[in-house]
């Protein structure tokens, strides 16, 4: 299958991980093998199943400065979704090479601005706690319990009036547009897991049609609030870790016999994709070439996204869309970037697709699995995935992966980073709620 004419790469990369901020940080922690897995600080999580989570360290990123000394005011009214996003776009521009509006001195936008586009994929923002409580103490009824009537009347007269503005998703990609000044298409996409990589294949398609020469995209998201782990619970995702640090370091083993859940996170990325002739008539450099992509919908027997049916296709079927539109066969691909959350039934749906486009070919494919070294981040975690596999492809190399010691029929146990040949890599993550998106990255020059 002939891909479009118009060819998009990835020119900037701006993750944001508990390693830090920025591809160098993430880079150097996936091939070292760091964990980002450390005791949940932000609240007490003693009565939840994990008590652990990929955190970002407060001295690691601080949103006042990502962004222009005119805007801080408007850092006040940003929930830590927003920040995340805030702060990896500004590394996404740096990285690319990018001059906006937010940026020091006098020169034009590298790229017009209705030329610049912005697809963020995100969350369902979780409220900080202690904002609600005053609000929700004021709407009680005489005998104590809660009231709709006294919330209209008094209890949302508690919340401060911009409250709603730090918690809608779309906030994330209007302060992003806003700050680098991106006129061309916007969209907010809300389908958890899968959120970051539909919004990459939505800037793809935007470029490829002409409508934009380059997109910021990408998701963030943070599971680090008591109603978000919550969810994460009911929805009986978690791995147990009690109180032990160094456990939970190696508790999400994806793919393993003995895998029993995951742990979750916060952080994500931003992505620059851009046509090459747009990155070639600027002298930028282009990590890897997004090749193809696919997406598709499966049926949910419970609802949540938590078990698949065996003979759902859903799965299966984003992977074959992205490897045909990407002009190749399944012995083209070099590496899996997977979603590999660790959580068994989803493994196994992973695991049956996989097995249906690659067949006996799949145990000698190598696979990158960020999340036993970064949790889970909701709407994030497709960036992620995405900016190890580009610069993967950059440096010819696997990165570390942290696991059980040996997985049956799959290259994906426990290893250190060594070098590999990547021609392409597929990267796919399904949801909660059962949403697959895959893209497949090509390095130069070997797309058809």
């Known amino acids: 299958m002939a891909r479009p004419a118009r060819r998009v790469v990835i020119s900037g990369l701006g993750p944001i991980t508990p390693a830090g901020v920025g591809i160098d940080a993430l880079w150097q922690a996936a091939c070292d093998g760091t964990s980002g897995i450390t005791r949940i600080a932000e609240f007490d999580a003693s009565g939840f199943r994990s008590r652990h989570a990929g955190r970002i360290a407060p001295d690691l990123f601080n949103v006042r400065d990502a962004v222009p000394k005119s805007y801080r005011k408007a850092t006040k009214v940003m929930a830590r979704d927003i920040e995340l996003a805030v702060g990896a776009a500004a590394a996404a521009i740096a990285d690319a090479g990018l001059v906006t509006r937010a940026t020091d001195g006098d020169d034009p936008p590298t790229i017009a601005p209705e030329r610049m586009g912005c697809h963020i994929g995100a969350g369902l923002i979780a409220a900080d706690i202690d904002e609600l409580t005053g609000a929700l103490a004021r709407s009680v ?222 145990s000698s494919i190598p696979f990158m699995l960020p999340v036993p070294q970064f949790g889970v981040c909701g709407a994030g975690v497709g960036a992620v995935s995405m900016a190890i596999a580009a610069q993967a492809i950059a440096e010819q190399r696997l990165p570390a992966r942290l696991n059980a010691a040996s997985i049956d029929g799959l290259d994906a146990a426990a290893a250190a980073a060594r070098e590999a040949d990547l021609k392409a890599v597929l990267v796919f993550t399904t949801s909660l709620g059962g949403q697959t998106a895959a893209v497949v990255l090509t390095r130069m020059g070997d797309a058809s």
């Open 141 to 362: 009824d005489a005998e104590g319990g809660f009231d709709y009537g006294e919330w209209g009347r008094q209890g949302m007269g508690n919340l401060t009036p911009l409250w709603l503005l730090k918690y809608l998703p779309n906030m994330l990609a209007c302060h992003v547009t806003i700050i680098h000044d991106c006129q061309g298409p916007s969209n907010t996409i809300t389908c958890a897991e899968s959120s970051a990589t539909l919004s990459i294949g939505e800037s793809m398609r935007v470029i490829q049609r002409g409508a934009a020469d380059a997109c910021l995209t990408g998701g963030c998201d943070s599971k680090l609030n008591p109603m978000a782990l919550l969810r994460q619970q009911f929805a009986d995702r978690l791995v147990e870790t009690g109180d032990d640090d160094a456990a939970a370091q190696s508790a999400v083993r994806p793919y393993a016999a003995d895998a029993a859940g995951t742990l979750v996170g916060e952080g994500g990325g931003i992505l620059v994709l851009e046509a090459l002739e747009s990155m070639q008539a600027r002298g930028g450099r282009a990590y890897a070439e997004v090749a193809g992509f696919g997406a598709a919908q499966s049926a949910c027997p419970d609802t949540v996204g938590m078990r698949f049916d065996e003979d759902d296709p859903g799965i299966e079927s984003a992977i074959r869309q992205a490897i045909r539109s990407a002009g190749f066969e399944q012995d083209d691909i070099s590496a899996v970037v997977p979603s590999g959350t660790g959580i068994p039934a989803l493994d196994a749906a992973d695991r049956r697709a996989m097995t249906a486009v690659f067949g006996d070919r799949l």
